[in-house]
């Protein structure tokens, strides 16, 4: 394949209890037939079976979309280093959950570097709150998963129905109040998370009526599966459509919890331009630009994904994308090009170090 610029095809991922219109609206797409009515909670913007556009090159052609024909996967551009996972979210509640750290070897489980840039307010918890009792925590996190097992044979047995079960979970859980042991976090529009690190406590967090849109993100991350990376403690009292419940891992959660105040304690970083965050394992730069400009994706690819505005990306044997709003442009390494903005934009550049 040539190596120029390619629009990325979104894997939409739809969310009928907690996504929303949000990911469609940034889009331009609220008014595509294949996708009016449905809730969206993630468009996968980069990951590693990642589709191109070989013959579409504008994103606002009517034609372009979600699942279209003439495409190529992004493994063949393939670097030495594996493609991060780029994920624009809009979701409520998440479990209780913490990633191990990069030092540490299990059989199981395997590091996952994870960070955020938010685009609306929203609430998360983050971090153990300064002087708790950990052993109260973990007998609270045990009591609630013992309590969810009891009400979830009840539902597969057929003894109680599902939505009287999310009842006595919720009232239980309310009673048990294990958000007393976390930081309770509101973040603003603009701030930065930065999880790379591992060990931390995380969630996000549902709040209809202050948060109504939910948690909206751009999350940048190692493209690990949740089964062998996402350790949990507690899921928010949720049963799967067939009454079972998600296996929860307390005492690997309480085994490779990170208890330094310091790293307990949320620094916000607020919204600025230049580079948002830099870890082994990704970068993640926030740029305007009102005048073209020379880029060269190099020493890694680039990832283009247009937060505001419309700009053209073009290379220089004269191959363009127009990238709208809400929209990802892909440029394979070692490649010269520029960007022409048609409006005032910005832009959030990933890249390898």
């Known amino acids: ?51 191109l556009a070989t013959t579409i090159t504008s994103s606002a052609d009517p034609l372009f979309g979600p699942k279209i024909q003439n495409t190529a996967p992004i493994s063949y551009f393939v670097e030495g280093k594996p493609f991060p996972l780029i994920k624009f979210t809009q979701a409520k509640g998440n479990s209780f959950q913490l990633h191990i750290k990069p030092e540490i070897k299990d059989k199981r489980w395997q590091q996952k570097a994870e960070s955020w840039y938010y685009f609306e307010d929203g609430k998360i918890t983050y971090g153990i709150k300064k002087g708790i009792r950990i052993d109260e925590y973990k007998r609270t996190c045990e009591a609630i998963n013992d309590e969810m097992k009891k009400l979830s044979d009840m539902i597969v047995g057929g003894m109680i129905t599902k939505e009287k079960a999310k009842g006595k979970a919720i009232s239980y859980i309310k009673e048990k109040n294990p958000w007393q042991f976390v930081n309770v976090c509101e973040v603003k529009k603009g701030d930065i998370v930065d999880l790379s690190r591992g060990g931390l406590h995380h969630s996000w967090e549902e709040d209809s009526i202050n948060y109504p849109l939910g948690n909206v993100l751009y999350e940048v991350q190692q493209d690990i599966m949740d089964p062998v990376c996402t350790i949990r403690s507690f899921d928010q009292g949720k049963f799967k459509e067939d009454g079972s419940i998600r296996e929860i891992h307390i005492d690997d959660y309480f085994r490779y919890i990170d208890l330094d105040e ?10 600025k331009e230049g580079v948002l965050f830099n870890t082994p394992r990704y970068s993640l730069s926030l740029f305007s630009i009102s005048k073209k400009e020379a880029m060269k994706s190099s020493p890694s690819f680039h990832h283009l994904f247009i937060k505001e505005g419309e700009i053209d990306v073009l290379d220089s044997l004269g191959n363009m994308v127009t990238v709208g709003e809400g929209h990802s442009c892909f440029v394979p390494q070692g490649v010269s090009y520029e960007i022409n903005p048609k409006i005032h934009s910005e832009i959030l550049l990933t890249f390898l170090q």
């Open 1 to 51: 394949m040539v190596k120029k610029p390619y629009l990325v095809i979104p894997f939409l991922v739809e969310q009928p209890t907690w996504g929303g219109s949000y990911i469609c609206e940034k889009k331009g797409w609220l008014n595509k037939e294949e996708l009016m009515g449905k809730k969206f909670g993630q468009s996968y913007e980069l990951y590693d079976r990642s589709l």
């Open 262 to 271: 310091k790293r307990n304690t949320l620094t916000i970083e607020k919204n």
